[in-house]
């Protein structure tokens, strides 16, 4: 693990430098361009707006805001998981040069996605002005709740990218579970809804479940989030990512031959 973060920082310009390719590639061609950045969040928090908020009538105050608060995070983690099981095995280009460092094609990923998500934020404190949802002195709590679902998010993806250049199916799997996930995690509804003897257990067996309850503390509620919840998920990014480099440092060698 410590192996891999080391090697990120010594070829940080190299990481950064993919980045903004990734970053200019992805809206090339497009009419309206990085402008895609906002719209994407945007069009998805209108559907999702319009069937619970409108149709299913939900319950919860200033809604359209309530969701925006996670659906942005959740998208940048959902995104990041998704394109980085593939990570490996789409860059034969780069893998079979010599001395390329592989474990910077998924932290590229993540970085890519995280830039978006960063520049979608100016959009979720406009929404939040608009409904009277002012930032409070609890957002000094944001950094820390954002390293830890990257240090999480960042630990999933080294491992899924790993296991994809052997076993591609994977990366096909992936969609069907973050779709279950995404229901399962309180984005579109209210941890407060669900039955008291389900929502501690799903804090354990779902780190993501944690990570929104704290944005939605942060943002939406605001006051602080739950700090057990919240270290419990960081000592588990940090066990996941040890194991996940274990994985990805055993099979390294064969990237080039496999891809």
């Known amino acids: ?89 789409d860059r034969r280009d780069l893998l079979t040069k010599v001395r390329f460092p592989p474990q ?29 949802m002012f930032p409070s002195w609890h957002i000094v709590a944001y950094p820390i709740i954002l390293a830890i679902q990257i240090l999480f998010t960042l630990a999933l993806v080294y491992f899924v990218s790993a296991v994809n250049v052997a076993f591609r199916d994977l990366q096909h799997i992936l969609t069907n579970i973050l779709t279950f996930w995404f229901f399962v995690t309180p984005v579109l509804y209210s941890s407060a809804t669900i039955p008291a003897r389900f929502r501690e257990a799903m804090m354990l067996v779902n780190p993501m479940a944690a990570v929104m309850t704290s944005y939605q503390a942060v943002f939406y509620d605001h006051h602080l989030p739950a700090a057990g919840s919240l270290a419990l998920v960081g000592v588990e990014s940090v066990v996941l990512l040890w194991l996940a480099s274990l994985v990805f440092n055993h099979r390294r060698e064969d990237f080039a031959e496999l891809v």
Do not use: D, H, Q
Request: a positive charge; one cysteine or more.
């Open 1 to 89: 693990m410590v192996r891999n973060l080391r090697e990120l920082y010594k070829y940080r310009a190299l990481l950064w430098s993919l980045t903004l390719r990734e970053l200019k590639a992805r809206y090339r061609g497009s009419v309206l361009g990085f402008l895609w950045t906002f719209l994407n969040p945007t069009l998805l928090m209108v559907t999702y707006a319009l069937v619970f908020g409108v149709f299913m009538k939900s319950p919860i105050k200033n809604y359209v805001f309530f969701l925006f608060v996670g659906l942005l995070p959740w998208t940048f983690f959902s995104n990041s998981v998704g394109m980085g099981a593939s990570a490996i095995s």
């Open 104 to 132: 910077v094609l998924p932290a590229t990923v993540i970085l890519t996605n995280l830039c978006n998500y960063l520049l979608s934020m100016p959009l979720m404190f406009a929404l939040g002005i608009y409904f009277g």
